[in-house]
């Protein structure tokens, strides 16, 4: 594991660069800013063979654990920093068993290991601020407590930003293999769950169609995510995700991309099945998951996943009743031409249930019908309107109240000619139908 946990090309050939650059040490020692003592120390493992270096490690390496983060807590400049944070990499790179001697230097220190590598996400440098955050994955992964929202919340603010703003490719890269890791703690899931802009950045990767192991790392996350039950219930009715996922698998190549999404899934169906069930066959995640089932896989994971999902979308798929199938369509916000939509007796049978519960389900109508970018949504839910009014006695003044009338008559200029055509059959309903107001 180590420093393999999280791995970037850009991070490798900068290291490259710096080991071979010379820092001003004695320049330091002049100013009194490092003893003798640390000069000799640092000067014997300074641009030195790998292998002298190791060998130093293998008989000194608390010494130069400790060396290393003092070194890093009270020197501020860049390529200072930098040399001192590649010296730390190394010394962690293919050797697990030195993490322990990082984080025994709070026995000396208690601001150390973590607070000279949460203060170098303060210097204005992209290099220190992604090897400090790979470096500080190595540690915090490794730790046998559960870690302190002091530790966490620094840190995890610092991977939103690299991925919610506008963040390089290395940025991103780079805090998605650090949530990656991270997530496999509770703590962790819990914390990121609570930071919208995370999850929300998780979806703007997987809709801008990355590669194969990008979209891997973010389903992955996903995934782990999958695990709280309170992640399970509500991350769909926040962030749309699963239409999003079936989207990714379905355009997936590889099998291990297909497998963490089905896996995701299952734990969604197994936590919250009435949250998911109901948005997953809207979505049309039974046929896929048919087709899924009938391929060849080298993993008998994604084989047990895909049959046990088949299964129980096909156990509820039999029960769902027509309005059943609507109401799921309708909160999952993605309306297509489902044969309900078109069907009289559907609307003749089930268009006053749109009143029940305060008019739960006819507010979501017209709220998608004022908020939908979406010229499909925009067009079935404007025929939506026509048919309700027209088979409910309430319905003309009812949508006039919620303010769907004036929402219809402005889509009779959308740019869609077909939700132009739409908005005109509603309206027409809309100024035809008597006004019942009891």
Same mark, same amino acid.
């Given at each position: 594991m180590a420093v393999s946990l999280v791995s970037n090309s850009y991070?490798?050939?900068?290291?490259?660069?710096?080991?071979?650059?010379?820092?001003?040490?004695?320049?330091?020692?002049?100013?009194?800013?490092?003893?003798?003592?640390? +000069?000799a @120390? /640092?000067?014997?493992v300074d641009r030195q063979p790998r292998a002298k270096i190791e060998s130093l490690l293998l008989s000194d390496g608390q010494t130069y654990a400790n060396l290393y983060l003092r070194l890093l807590k009270k020197l501020q400049?860049?390529?200072?920093?930098?040399?001192? +944070?590649? @010296? /730390?990499?190394?010394?962690?790179?293919?050797?697990?068993?030195?993490i322990p001697l990082f984080l025994r230097t709070s026995q000396s220190d208690p601001d150390l290991p973590f607070g000279p590598l949460l203060k170098s996400f303060d210097t204005p440098d992209d290099f220190v601020q992604l090897k400090a955050a790979q470096i500080l994955t190595v540690l915090l992964s490794a730790e046998s407590h559960p870690l302190p929202p002091k530790l966490i919340h620094p840190f995890l603010n610092t991977l939103s930003s690299f991925i919610s703003s506008g963040a390089s490719s290395n940025k991103t890269d780079v805090a998605v293999q650090c949530l990656?890791?991270?997530?496999?703690?509770?703590?962790?899931?819990?914390?990121?769950?609570?930071?919208?802009?995370?999850?929300?950045?998780?979806?703007?990767?997987?809709?801008?169609?990355p590669g194969p192991q990008m979209s891997y790392q973010v389903a992955f996350c996903i995934w782990l995510?999958?695990?709280e039950q309170e992640v399970a219930e509500q991350i769909n009715k926040k962030y749309d995700v699963i239409p999003l996922l079936i989207d990714v698998a379905q355009g997936a190549v590889k099998e291990k991309v297909i497998r963490v999404i089905i896996a995701t899934f299952r734990n969604l169906v197994t936590r919250a099945p009435a949250d998911n069930l109901p948005t997953m066959l809207v979505a049309r995640l039974l046929p896929f998951s048919k087709n899924l089932a009938g391929r060849k896989w080298s993993d008998e994971d994604i084989v047990e996943d895909v049959q046990f999902l088949r299964d129980e979308l096909t156990l509820n798929f039999q029960s769902l009743t027509n309005y059943d199938e609507y109401t799921s369509e309708l909160s999952s916000g993605h309306l297509s031409w489902t044969p309900v939509h078109e069907s009289e007796d559907f609307w003749k049978e089930n268009a006053s249930k749109l009143n029940d519960r305060d008019c739960e389900q006819l507010k979501i109508l017209v709220k998608l019908l004022k908020e939908s970018n979406d010229a499909l949504v925009l067009a079935v839910a404007t025929h939506d309107i026509?048919?309700?009014?027209?088979?409910c006695d309430r319905?003309?003044?009812?949508?006039?109240?919620?303010?769907?009338?004036?929402?219809?008559?402005?889509?009779?200029?959308?740019a869609d000619s077909d939700v132009r055509y739409r908005a005109l059959l509603s309206v027409q309903q809309l100024v035809s139908q008597p006004w019942v107001t009891v």
């Open positions: 991070l490798d050939e900068t290291s490259s660069k710096i080991r071979t650059k010379p820092v001003p040490w004695e320049g330091y020692q002049r100013a009194d800013l490092v003893t003798s003592e640390e +000069l @120390l /640092i000067k014997k400049r860049v390529d200072t920093m930098q040399c001192i +944070l590649v @010296l /730390i990499a190394d010394a962690l790179h293919d050797h697990d068993e030195r990656e890791a991270l997530l496999a703690r509770p703590e962790c899931r819990t914390a990121v769950w609570g930071m919208p802009e995370i999850i929300s950045g998780f979806m703007k990767i997987l809709s801008s169609q995510l999958s695990f026509g048919q309700y009014v027209k088979h319905g003309k003044k009812l949508v006039t109240d919620l303010g769907g009338k004036t929402r219809v008559m402005e889509l009779m200029t959308h």
